[in-house]
């Protein structure tokens, strides 16, 4: 077929998704980008008023740096026990014993559904002062307490919930460890490597491709997040879950100053956008490629 | 002999850790049922069953019963599922087997588009829906997935089909077949696994989309089971038990669908492989 022929159906086939990009993701984010610098309630058109969004941001909103902070706790705290988490659980499914199947069903489960409201409300009631929790704790001894209207533990326990889900991070290790070449493990068995050993040596540099992968959509996703914070603690108590997802929301869909919203979604790109350069930058020096024969740090 | 020791080891770390992660929803199985004072005991079941928790829950709404809300969320759905699983093949069958001009180009952008925040673009959409009128109404959730389901979904299934020899391809070709015929005949017949999981996942992960949901839909006649959850835990006084007999009730769907189609599930992330 004619080069022409194939570019033609090749835009064919991709057309609905460059449609949907062009309409609802590449010109949004130019309108966005123009709305950041504006003052805009939707009810009159929007008045450039130049960097005054950002510097009121981080200037004098106390409210912007309390939700900065609250994410970046959340990240920190969460990204690293999912990863660590989900990875030990992956080894352990890995294994091929009878039964697997079961387990594997019951430890994914809570994942499945672990993003819906409907769990929200479980937990709201789990870790409420009236919870089964504190009920648990007593019996050693532990005075229990309302988890999710303090604030110093408020926060830990929407990221408990966030581990709880750790599913799909461990199913995509679980494919990774899959593909790891049993003969490198028997190669090292007969070179007499404990098990230790060959989890360092050979699991943990074959999967850093897979580590990786996780650890950067780990970030962006924890970075966003909402359901949690906005149905169980409400932000609360005294802000203590405020999220920088649902600070944005009420900035631009209860109060609708859009132009402002506008500008916190860009800083949140920006902060995205930066971790995620500096994660390809020093992957150089952790992530292993068996195509390139071996560059292990 | 130590090998079998260490079998039953794992076995039993596993079992003892998969009731760990379960036995809260097993709790909730049997706290759907249970009266306001046994709410804080971790027993899982009541002392007396009470069944009307779950009629009276569904029924909490003055205005409507949860048959209406499951109604619109499973009406939304099959536009949802209908959409993506239409597209997603079309789109990763060009990136997949297509070379065309930009090509590179335009699916490093869908990589990208992956690791977009959502709140980059969803205050021009909101903008943009409103200006249409589309503002409470089902448009604004159903159309996304008409552009091809998501790049997630585009990415699995172009791996997926990468995978799939071009020797039938050129099997089709020297019959005289078009590159439309080979993916009608050819592809499409065999991507049909992943295009379960692209199903499967769009219809759990669009019923989980509060976000999306609460921006979109404002008036109770047009609530989907999320957002009728939500109206009902923000009332004065909550009703624990018929509040967790309703949640319990709005991920039955979502469970079926996992239970129903389980092989689908792990192959299908399998098959990204991650490393392609």
Known sequence: MAQRGRNVAGYVFISPWLIGFLLLTLWPIAQSFYLSFTDYSMLADPVWTGLANYRHMFGDDDSFTKSLKVTFTFVLFSVPLKLFFSLMVAMLLAKNLRGM???????????????????????????????????????????????????????????????????????IFLAGLKQVPQELYEAAAVDG??????????????????????????????????TAAFVITKGGPVQSTYVYAMFLYEKAFKHFQMGYASALAWVLLAIVAALTAINFLVSRYWVFYEAEGGREG | MTVRRSKWVVHLVLIVFSLLMIYPVIWWLGASLKPLDEMRLP????????????????????????????????????????????????????????????????????????????Q??????????????????????????????????????????RGIPRDLDEAATIDGASVYGIFWRVVLPLVKPALVTVAIFTFIWSWDDFFAQILYLSSVEKFTVALALRMFIDQFEIQWGQLLAMSLLSVVPSALMFFFAQKHFVSGIATTGLKG
């Not at chain 1, 672990?114 to 504190?134: E, P, Q, T």
């Not at chain 1, 060959?198 to 970075?223: A, E, H, K, Q």
């Not at chain 2, 996304?144 to 997630?152: D, L, R, T």
Request: cysteine-free; overall charge positive.
């Open chain 1, 193 to 226: 490597a404990g098990s230790f050993r060959r989890f360092f040596r050979i699991t943990l540099p074959m999967l850093s491709p897979v580590m990786f992968f996780n650890l950067v959509l780990g970030i962006i996703n924890s970075f966003q997040m909402f």
């Open chain 2, 120 to 161: 980059v673009t969803i205050i021009p959409q909101y903008i943009l829906y409103n200006s249409v009128g589309l503002v409470n109404s089902y448009v604004p959730l159903v159309l996304p997935h008409f552009f091809g389901g998501g790049a997630f979904f585009i990415f699995l299934i172009v791996q997926f089909i």
């Open chain 1, 101 to 171: 199947n079961v387990y594997r069903t019951l430890i994914y489960f809570p994942s499945l559904i672990g993003g819906s409201i409907a769990v929200s409300v479980l937990w709201r009631n789990m870790f409420g002062a009236d919870g089964y929790i504190n009920a648990i704790l007593a019996w050693f001894g532990i005075a229990g307490k309302g988890w999710i209207s303090s604030p110093d533990t408020a926060l830990g326990t929407l990221i408990l919930l966030n581990t709880w889900q750790f599913g799909s991070t461990m199913v």
């Open chain 2, 43 to 118: 027993a899982i079941w009541p002392s007396k069953p009470m069944w009307s928790n779950y009629s009276d829950g569904w029924h909490f709404s003055d205005q409507y019963s949860f048959a209406h809300f499951f109604s619109n969320t499973l009406l939304m759905e099959v536009g949802n599922v209908f959409g993506s699983v239409l597209t997603a093949a079309l789109v990763a069958y060009g990136f997949a087997r297509l070379n065309f001009k930009l090509r590179g180009m335009w699916f490093g952008i869908l990589l990208l588009t992956m690791m977009l925040p959502t």
